[in-house]
C-alpha cells in the first residue's frame, strides 16, 4: 500500500515506461493473500515474485523535461478485504 516519487533525469519515453513498470500491481500475485501466496511457494520467500513488494503507486517525474507520470493506486477495498478475512 506504499507510494514512492522518484525523480529522473533521462527521455520521457524512458520515464514513462518506469512508471508502468514499477507498480506491484503488476506482480502476478497481486490481490492474494500473503499466506496462500507463502503456503503456495512452500515457505520458500525467495521463490515470491519480487514485484509483490513494490509499491502500489509510483510517480516519476523528469527533471530534464518538467514532465511527471503517475502509475498504480492504493487500493485500500482490496487490503482490508485481505487483511480482516484472515
Known sequence: GGQVRLTVSCEDAEAARLARMLPSSN???????????????????????????????????????????????LDMALLRSLWLSE
Open 27 to 73: 506482480s502476478r500475485d497481486y490481490g492474494r493473500s500473503f499466506a496462500d501466496i507463502f503456503r503456495e511457494v512452500e515457505y520458500d520467500f525467495y521463490k515470491i515474485d519480487p514485484g509483490l513488494f513494490a509499491p502500489a503507486e509510483v510517480w516519476v517525474s523528469n527533471v530534464a523535461t518538467g514532465r511527471s507520470w503517475r502509475a498504480g493506486a
